[in-house]
């Protein structure tokens, strides 16, 4: 039993650890907000940016509002950048991609990470290489090699590298994941008669939703915001993705950077949407990995 001096004695040593605990949540707030501060303010920046005339931009007050909003550099970005164009071929470059490199990356990840055979770190290995490559490093072999397959200047000969850049770290990400999945709930699926295929699309696939939306994210932003090698294969208007669109709006002797900064807002636009979509897909996934683990 404790007396009344050993309570006495207790107290300050509560307050203290009550006074730490504060402060330390203080500063956990205050990094918190100024982290969102760095990562909101940007756009809204943007966006400020993209409503102002040729005149406030170039007067160098960057922090000041605009006297007028120009709403008309929006319609010139949509009309004169060809957003709806190049839209149309960011959204089929990147979902083509997408689907791809899931496919892969999950169908190798199981392979290398349930599977007991000889050359399973080996294949991994490999990816992890795969993962060093510099983009840079590959423009020339890959022009030759899609100038003898006749299809430079095609979506093809920027989904190809595409899939080949984003495939490592799908399975990277992926096969981390399902390492951690007990070997216990394959077995009792064996017992009930599942196989190889019923076991991947009806276990393993549900169970690793997160990672996969994960993999979502970062490979949507990785191609969509991709401009070298759309640059060095692609020359057709017609096929061009987003990024070129800034372009339209810098001639030799004028650039209209109101336009530019609408264009830029009206780009970053899908990535945001998807982002919090895919981030609340990304919630249900865990508990729904959660029950069926």
Request: hydrophobic letters at 55%; aromatic letters at 12%.
């Amino acid at each position: 039993m404790l007396n009344a001096r050993d309570v006495a004695s207790a107290k300050p040593a509560i307050i203290r650890r009550r006074k730490s605990f504060s402060i330390l949540k203080v500063l956990v707030v205050i990094f918190l907000s100024l982290l969102v501060v760095t990562q909101v303010y940007p756009l809204l920046w943007l966006f400020i940016y993209s409503l102002k005339t040729n005149e406030e931009i170039l007067s160098g007050r960057f922090f000041s509002l605009p006297h007028v909003l120009q709403w008309s550099n929006f319609t010139n970005a949509i009309k004169s950048g060809h957003y709806f164009q190049y839209l149309k071929n960011s959204l089929f470059v990147t979902l083509v991609t997408m689907v791809c490199v899931l496919f892969l990356s999950s169908l190798t990840a199981f392979a290398i990470t349930r599977f007991k055979w000889k050359y399973g770190q080996l294949v991994m290995v490999i990816f992890l290489i795969g993962m060093m490559v510099p983009m840079q490093a590959t423009l020339l072999p890959l022009m030759i090699i899609f100038k003898n397959m006749h299809i430079l200047n095609t979506h093809l000969s920027i989904i190809l590298p595409y899939i080949a850049f984003q495939t490592p770290v799908a399975v990277f990400i992926l096969s981390g994941f399902m390492k951690s999945i007990p070997a216990e709930i394959e077995e009792s699926a064996v017992v009930d008669g599942a196989g190889i295929f019923k076991i991947f699309t009806g276990i393993i696939l549900p169970i690793s939703v997160p990672p996969m939306m994960t993999v979502c994210i970062l490979t949507f932003i990785n191609i969509w915001n991709e401009y070298i090698l759309a640059a060095t294969f692609i020359s057709s208007e017609r096929l061009k993705t987003l990024p070129f669109g800034v372009n339209s709006f810098v001639s030799q002797y004028s650039v209209n950077y109101g336009a530019i900064g609408a264009f830029l807002v009206l780009g970053a636009l899908p990535v945001i949407i998807v982002y919090f979509l895919l981030a609340d897909k990304i919630t249900k996934g865990m508990v729904a990995g959660a029950v069926k683990g």
